[in-house]
Structures are given as C-alpha cells and as structure tokens.
C-alpha cells in the first residue's frame, strides 16, 4: 500500500510539474491583426499544380438532398475551439496564444481543428479579399491556401477516407466572370497520402469549370464529389436577382 501511494504521488507530482512547464513556456498572448501574412504565410501551397479531371453526370434534386442529409451529420467543423469572445478568439500553436480580432475592416473567422493535419483552420476576409490558411498546432507555421478568386471563401473537406483535401472556389457572374478570372469555377485536390503536416502539403490537383456556378460541393466517396450548380446570377423584370438554371450534379473523379 505504501507503494502504492508513493507512485500515486509521484505521478501526480509530475503532472503538475509538466503542466507547470507548459504554462512558463507560453508567451505573452500575440494579437494577429493586419499583420496576419508574416505571422502565417511562412508557407504557400502553390509551387506546382496538376490538371485534375471530373466527369459531371447529372442526378436528382432529391439525391443530392440525400447525400447532404448523410454528409452533414458527419461534419464537426468547430472542435477544439480555444476561447472565444464577442469578436475575438484565440488559438494556442505552439508556445504563443494568438488572438484573432475582428476590426471594422478585417473579419477573423474560426472554421474549426482538423486531426488529418493536426492543424487550426482560419479565414480572414476584408475589402477586396477573402483567403485561408491553416497554423500547425505544433510548430505556428502557417499555409496560406490558394484562392482564385477575391471573395467566397470555402471550407476545405477532408474525404472521408482521410485520403485527400478538397476545396472550391467560384464565379456567380457567369460569363462575365472572364473579365477577370481564367475560369467560372474552380476545384482544388490535395493527395494526403504522404502527408504528416501541413509542411508535407507542397503539390495540388485543380480542375478550371466553365460550365457552371458551384453553390454547394461535398465528398461521398474517395472518388466521388456531388454539387449544387447554377449558370449564372440573373434578373427578372422586376430587378430581382435569382440562380439561373439550377441543377444537381455527381463527379466521378480521375487520378
């Protein structure tokens, strides 16, 4: 019994010992503001790039809603959140607290800790911009993720494999969309294969769509994706805007 208590002690004594040693290595609390890009950007995923190919092939309305039901309840997208604030939060990576607050001309959002990459996602948007970029739990480095285009940020989706890391951006001008961009839509493929950390992340798979405006996008399978789609925004007589021509659609991808 004696032992046993000495050994009770003894572990006790280290746990707080080590939570002791956690606490005196944190620095003081760093409040990211617009200097977001030199605290983050130490990486960025767009050294190379793929052709990656889809084929669309069209389903029902009540499929999609199907899938999304099923997808849905899967979904944890706000895990591991460190505090929070009315327009504030803090994520702590490393042995630095970083507070992301929201100002009249930069919004900070928090869109939750991905296990597959041990990392935080956040997104920051403002005039003119909408980007994300992932910090790693261990390290504070940061990945700035490619965006083509300069609003409309979404969520990067694990497959549900853990095999890859999709994301999506588009258009919602249609053709006029050229004025500017190279493409209406645009679908973004990480192979995680060999992937430890977001360090690893180096080499993306994209696909540039003509042919369609993605309102919604999501995983079904390893190879699979299913997607919401319109033409274009458009307007009636009456001057009110609507989704021209939507549809469902299933994506069989080729690696």
Partial sequence: MKHLLILVFTFKSLCLFAQSEKNQKAKDTVNVLNNVYEQFSDLRLETDSIKLKIDFNSITKLEFETYEELYERKVDTIAKLISRTENSFQIRASDTIFEFSTRADRTFWYQGFYPRLNSYLVGVSGAGICEMFFIDKNSANGLLMPEFYDSGCNQPMISPDNRFLMTYGTCPEGNFCFDYYDHISTILIIDLKHVESIMDLKTFRFSGINDFVI?????????????????????DNNGQDYKKNIRY?????EW
Avoid: M, Q, R, S
């Fill in 249 to 253: 659609l299933k994506g069989k991808i």
């Fill in 215 to 235: 309102e919604n996008l999501f995983w079904i399978g390893t190879d699979e994706i299913v997607l919401k789609v319109f033409d274009e925004i458009a307007f």
